[in-house]
């Protein structure tokens, strides 16, 4: 099946920003701002926001998930719009905390210490597989090609869902060990 005019437009686009966002965030891992000479705050409130903002993009999900099923088709663009949105929020607020602020690690011992890391694990390699999957999903909505944009939705709905409620999850897990 042949691309539209929009998929081909934007596909390029798509691979630039699946490899370039998982690229910066994990050089902000190993790179901070005080690394580079720039002196810049520490930014310790911002993962509870950002962990509110995963928190409200799985609703926003389940929500559109829910419109489109009843046929209320606007609804659906207007929540997975927001959803996109909020993704993009999160995102710069957690590079702007992994620039600024020294990570986190995790304290729990024994069998919570497994668990914590196989959620972390599987939040970090969907998140990185997420990026194309809403890239594609939501193009494929904007050039018209419904049959196409349904046959991915329904592999990038459960996934989003996965990373956006897992992200709180790691955030409630490793919030009592942040140093304020």
């Known amino acids: 099946m042949e691309n539209s005019p ?4 934007y596909s390029k686009w798509i ?9 910066a965030v994990a050089f902000l891992f190993v790179v901070k701002l005080k690394d580079l000479g720039i002196d810049a705050p520490t930014l ?3 993962p509870p926001i950002y962990a509110t903002i995963n928190g409200i993009t799985a609703v926003l999900l389940v929500i559109a998930v829910w419109a489109i ?6 609804l659906h ?16 607020m957690y590079i702007a905390y992994h620039m600024t602020t020294p990570s986190t690690k995790f304290g729990g011992d024994g069998a919570i210490k497994y668990v914590y890391f196989f959620i972390l694990l ?14 594609v999903t939501y193009v494929r909505a904007l050039a018209e090609r419904f049959d196409r944009h349904r046959k991915i939705a329904r592999i990038t ?5 996965y990373v956006a409620i897992t ?5 409630l897990m490793i919030s009592p060990y942040y140093q304020y």
């Open 6 to 9: 929009i998929e081909k437009k």
């Open 15 to 23: 691979i630039i920003l699946s490899i370039f966002i998982p690229v």
């Open 44 to 46: 310790p409130f911002l």
């Open 69 to 74: 099923k009843n046929g209320k088709i606007t």
């Open 77 to 92: 663009q207007n929540l997975m719009k927001s959803a996109i949105g909020c993704s993009l929020l999160f995102l710069v």
């Open 122 to 135: 599987t939040h970090i390699l969907l998140s990185i597989a997420i990026i194309p999957l809403v890239l």
């Open 157 to 161: 709905f459960p996934l989003w869902l």
């Open 167 to 171: 992200g709180v999850v790691v955030y």
